[in-house]
């Protein structure tokens, strides 16, 4: 199983940048998806998660500014990131999980880094 992410940039805050991550290499569209951050020096943590029914979560300091969707016909997953902050400048990481299992486990994307200046 393959994780492709795409998207990132520089942007200035309050500005909006939309993260895609394909998933390859299976015939299975049923994971629950996710996008993680890692800052630097910091450890990753969890950004949103949608799973195949889409059913939404989101860490409390993006909520009400991102938005995670999917296409399970596509097998892909978005990240749309609006009222961006230097705070969000990370590594972004897309994930892909059997249900059964852990959050944090399953297969990851290579990165993608999203920079936001002041």
């Known amino acids: 199983v393959q994780l492709q992410a795409s998207g990132g940039g520089s942007v200035r805050a309050g500005g909006s940048l939309r993260l895609s991550c394909t998933v390859s290499?299976?015939?299975?569209?049923?994971?629950?998806m996710a996008w993680y951050h890692q800052a630097p020096g910091k450890q990753r943590e969890l950004v949103a998660s949608i799973n195949n029914g889409g059913r939404t979560s989101y860490g409390i300091s993006v909520k009400g500014r991102f938005t995670i969707s999917r296409d399970n016909d596509r097998n892909m997953v978005f990240l749309q990131m609006d009222s961006l902050e230097p705070e969000d400048t990370a590594v972004y990481y897309c994930?892909?999980?059997?249900?059964?299992?852990?959050?944090?486990?399953?297969?990851w994307g290579q990165g993608t880094l999203v920079t936001v200046s002041s």
């Open positions: 994930n892909a999980r059997l249900a059964t299992s852990f959050i944090g486990t399953g297969h």
């Open positions: 290499g299976t015939a299975r569209n049923d994971y629950v």
